[in-house]
């Protein structure tokens, strides 16, 4: 598995994470909010996420989910955005090593895509089974300079 798009090595900044257990639908919601944003804001974005302060919005899979205020149908996707912070960290201190400005780059390129099913069962009465799986993610996060104006 590699990245959905190729970058140039020299002003870019890339970290992936693999087969991550959180839900695909959130994560494609929240990485939907990340792109184009700096690293800074994105951080400071997810960390709302993570306390409860900021809603993510959903455009998806929304038919039974809650407004929630200034932002239409949204949830707070914790376990997601912890993940997806990881990652975006680690593309930043990957930015570091390669001695670019990690503070002052933005998000390229967030995507999240299903990752492999880790096959699972719960016992039930008279000696069945009821399949109880865990759906996986992959996690993309691209990272470029941004051009001084």
């Known amino acids: ?55 993510v919005p959903y455009t998806r899979h929304k038919h039974y989910i809650r407004p929630k205020a200034g932002v239409g149908p949204g949830r707070y996707p914790v376990k997601a955005a912890k993940a997806i912070l990881r990652v975006l960290e680690n593309a930043q201190s990957n930015a570091e090593y390669k001695g670019l400005d990690a503070d002052g780059m933005r998000v390229k390129v967030a995507a999240a895509h299903r990752g492999a099913i880790q096959k699972g069962y719960m016992p039930r009465a008279q000696g069945r089974s009821t399949p109880w799986n865990e759906q996986t993610t992959n996690i993309e996060i691209v990272l470029e300079e941004v051009e001084a104006a």
């Open 1 to 55: 598995m590699g990245y959905t798009i190729k970058a140039d090595p020299e002003t870019t900044s890339k970290a992936i994470g693999k087969e991550v257990a959180v839900s695909p639908k959130n994560c494609r919601e929240i990485c939907k909010m990340l792109k184009g944003r700096k690293v800074e804001d994105a951080k400071k974005y997810l960390n709302g996420v993570i306390e409860l302060k900021t809603a």
